[in-house]
């Protein structure tokens, strides 16, 4: 049986791998490793994501407010 390189598991699509490889201990046993990477804000998370009935988590994170910056911004033309 081949297995998989070390590195990959680290990895979401290695996480995905393994939870589907428990064939016969259905979503129960997937569920914590669905968990795992459901947060993450990509392709897989947003599966994993579905796969548990959550919302997607975008990671919004709003800018700082930087004065000089917008001020820089709004003093150019077009």
């Known amino acids: 049986m081949e297995q998989m390189p070390p590195s990959l598991p680290q990895r979401p699509v290695g996480v995905l791998a393994r939870s589907r490889r428990g064939g016969n201990h259905g979503d129960d046993a997937a569920a914590p490793l669905f968990a795992e990477i459901a947060g993450l804000r990509d392709f897989y ?6 796969r548990l009935k ?3 988590n975008l990671n919004v994170r709003p800018s700082a407010l ?3 910056a917008q001020t ?3 003093n150019q033309p077009g």
């Open 54 to 56: 959550q919302p997607y």
């Open 45 to 50: 998370g947003y599966l994993a994501a579905d």
């Open 66 to 68: 930087d004065v000089a």
């Open 72 to 74: 820089a911004l709004s």
